[in-house]
């Protein structure tokens, strides 16, 4: 099973006005985008856990945080800092701890909510079995 994770630089013009960042999906995502949130005001860390289905690109609007995620070798921990993205592919583990008071987290999403929750693995041993570790 191939999983996908990458970080990346979002793009920003500066003018005497404002700095406009840029997200062409094209060249971050390889599926359709069906849903939209944001993570903010957060207190404490997110749950932890993978979609078997579910693709997703977070982009970090402001502040700092950190994303754990795991794409097949071990969990790492991974600094997000405005303007920074990560793209997050069906399998890896993912979540979010050590938010600033700043922090916004913009996600995008391939799938829309499942109330059931049945695309979601929230145990890590369930899911290093799933991929093969």
Do not use: P
Not at 21 to 38: H, I, N
Not at 80 to 93: F, K, M, P, S
Request: glycine letters at 8%; aromatic letters at 12%; hydrophobic letters at 35%.
């Amino acid at each position: 099973m191939k999983l996908k994770f990458e970080k990346t630089k979002i793009k920003t013009l500066q003018n005497d006005k404002a700095a406009y960042g840029f997200v062409e999906l094209k060249d971050f995502v390889d599926f359709e985008v069906k849903r939209v949130y944001y993570i903010h005001n957060c207190k404490q860390a997110t749950g932890q856990h993978c979609h078997k289905e579910e693709k997703e690109l977070f982009v970090m609007q402001a502040g700092i945080c950190t994303a754990i995620i795991d794409s097949g070798a071990g969990k790492e921990d991974v600094r997000l800092e405005t303007g920074d993205a990560i793209y997050v592919g069906n399998y890896v583990w993912h979540g979010f701890k050590d938010f600033s008071e700043d922090a916004m987290v913009l996600a995008m999403s391939s799938t829309n909510y499942m109330e059931d929750r049945s695309d979601y693995v929230e145990d890590y041993g369930e899911y290093k079995k799933l991929i093969g570790n």
